[in-house]
């Protein structure tokens, strides 16, 4: 009878160690992490504001245009970042984003709403640069964080997590739509203190964990994969409905409070895995593991005295070369935690820095361009709309197909990231030579091919760094490993495509006997306007593409291998150790 109290209170009382644990525990983690990319897409809006500036601030097209270079050059260059996480816990990098995040953003909201006097050009672009920098801590705190913790997942982990920061700007416009309506100028607020918001409430759960190790893992994660399929196919539906039918205020905050709802469902597929680890933890020790511990230890205490043999002479002769031979001679083998100079210096990095500038510099000079080359094929405006969106959803599913799909070639038929790699960028040179060679319908086709392969093509570059280079620098790696991306851009969107459209526009007008004086706005009108610029584009790509295949044949003995090994081992050793004795 006395026993029954005692019971009752010890269940009563399980609550709150089970949601501390919870809260502590690496799924919670992850749905954190993913709270905090889909706040992390903010630079995919700039078009929709973009006019709200253009208008209130008295800026010309080039200005404008100005001001897009400085968005990308602050979202693409991550190193900051990057360094910062090295020093710093993961709590300190998401804080000084969320801090950069409010900063740019708010101050382009007061100046956009005239609450302070007209800044100046360069201040704006400060401004736009340091907002969109931001995005690069919240992908070092959150994506790197999660790697770590689920390293033999990479691929599924980084296709989800960058498939949420391709759904980010469509979330935040289904909200600012419900929160302050059709008042763009709101949506500049709303980038400004929302993802500010996110990475402060969630800023302590985000955090490397032991490696634990779980037989169902991957099955898991297609039950987030199920979850942003739902939520992208539900977006795309209610984009298109938006367009079609005038929605009330009303419509929005139920289309927003779907969105909101589907968000938090992986939280309850976070709660019911840390469940099953909570009861695992609290069954009691059985007799038979106690062999396989004693095995265990047997094992890892044999090899100690010899491997310190064998080890100390090479910590003696790594102690007496010099730095040099050691960024260049001495390098470690592919899977091993590189150093970031021996990293940035080898071959590998090399070939991989020219396929990025290759693949994303052609695919973001494309995306950047898509309106224009609507408008001058003579697409009604409402179809130049309707292939943003069929870009921005596709641009989701190759992230997801990237992460998913390579992932499980890798485990079951050794199939090379690399690999992978070089087919995206082969086949985003077909999606490039649809717009140089338009026929009819064929820029729909282009915005499904050009977004899934931009899409595709950032997981596999942040797997395939991470595999090659370990994840001890991790954080620093992966950010300069995306740097070809905004000097590729520069390079054939701003002095390339750019000078090449004016000068066909330049064309019609001679044609016409008029001048450049006599037009506000150089337009352009007919399939000729990108043919040339984009079969460069082309080129550029598929030379891409074979530099990627260099680097498979230069890789294809280290991905015939086991490159999971080493991370079982060490949970098995991690698992062992928290076992009772």
């Known amino acids: 009878m006395g026993e029954a109290p005692s019971t009752t209170n010890a269940g009563n009382g399980a609550a709150l160690p089970f949601a501390v644990h919870v809260i502590r525990g690496r799924w919670f983690s992850l749905f954190a992490s993913f709270l905090v990319m889909t706040g992390a897409g903010a630079t ?28 990308d050059l602050g979202a693409n260059v991550g190193v900051f970042s990057g360094l910062v996480a090295e020093v710093t ?64 997942s990479r691929g599924a982990v980084l296709g989800l997590l960058k498939g949420f920061t391709g759904l980010s700007g469509a979330i935040m ?3 600012y739509l419900a929160v302050y309506g059709n008042d763009s100028k709101s949506l500049i607020l709303l980038i400004a203190w929302l993802p500010a918001a996110i990475s402060v409430v969630f800023v302590y759960t985000i955090r490397k964990m032991d490696l634990v190790r779980q037989p169902n893992e991957l099955r898991i994660f297609y039950h987030f ?57 609290k069954q009691p020790p059985i007799i038979v593991p106690e062999v396989k511990i004693e095995n265990m230890n047997h094992e890892d205490e044999s090899p100690n005295p010899s491997s310190l043999e064998t080890e100390s002479p090479k910590a003696q002769s790594k102690a007496k070369t010099s730095c040099f031979a050691n960024v260049f001679l001495n390098k470690p083998e592919r899977g091993e935690d590189y150093n970031i100079l021996q990293a940035l210096l080898s071959t590998d990095m090399l070939i991989l820095f020219v396929a990025t500038f290759c ?8 995306v950047d361009n898509l309106g224009q080359i609507g408008e001058s094929l003579g697409y009604p405006l409402k179809t130049v709309k309707s292939f943003v969106s069929l870009l921005s959803i596709w641009n989701y599913f190759g992230r997801i197909f990237a992460g998913f799909v390579s992932e499980i070639l890798l485990v079951k038929y050794k199939f090379p990231r690399p690999l992978m790699f070089t087919l995206v960028l082969f ?79 330049l064309k019609e007008l ?22 040339l610029s984009f079969i460069i584009l082309a080129c550029v790509c598929c030379f891409g593409a074979f ?35």
């Open 225 to 281: 994969l199920y979850v942003s399929i739902f939520l992208a196919l539900f977006i795309m539906g209610m984009t298109i409905a938006q367009n079609l039918v005038t929605f009330s205020q009303r419509a929005f905050a139920g289309s927003a409070s779907v969105v909101i709802f589907v968000l938090f469902v992986p939280l309850f597929i976070a709660i019911k895995q840390e469940l099953i680890l909570w009861k695992q933890n």
């Open 510 to 531: 001679a044609k016409k006997g008029l001048d450049r004086t006599a037009v506000k706005e150089l337009v352009c009108m007919g399939s000729h306007c990108y043919r």
């Open 427 to 505: 086949l985003s040179c077909v999606g490039l030579l649809l717009i140089a060679f338009p026929i009819p319908g064929s820029v729909y086709v282009a915005s499904i091919i050009i977004g899934f392969s931009f899409g595709a093509q950032l997981p596999l570059i942040f797997a395939i760094i991470s595999e090659l280079f370990g994840l001890k620098y991790y954080s620093t790696l992966f950010n300069c490993g995306q740097l070809g991306s905004p000097l590729g851009s520069y390079i054939l969107n701003v002095r390339v495509t750019g000078p090449l459209y004016d000068r066909e526009a």
């Open 547 to 581: 530099a990627s295949l260099l680097l498979v044949i230069r890789t294809r003995e280290f991905y015939n291998g086991d490159i999971y090994k080493k991370f079982r081992d060490q949970a098995q050793v991690t698992r062992t150790r928290s076992e009772p004795q």
């Open 359 to 366: 693949g994303l510099g052609t695919s973001l000079t494309a």
């Open 44 to 71: 995919y809006l700039f078009g929709v504001y973009s006019k709200d500036i253009k208008s209130a601030l008295g800026y010309d097209q080039t200005t404008l245009n100005l001001l897009g270079f400085f968005k």
């Open 89 to 152: 816990p993961t709590w300190f990098v998401l804080l000084l984003g969320s801090v950069l995040n409010f900063g740019g953003y708010f101050m382009i909201w007061m100046a956009v709403t005239n609450r302070i006097s007209k800044p100046k050009i360069w201040q704006m672009c400060l401004y736009i640069c340091i907002g969109a920098n931001s995005q690069n801590f919240a992908n070092t705190g959150a994506l790197v964080t999660s790697v770590s913790n689920f390293p033999e």
């Open 173 to 175: 416009t289904q909200i």
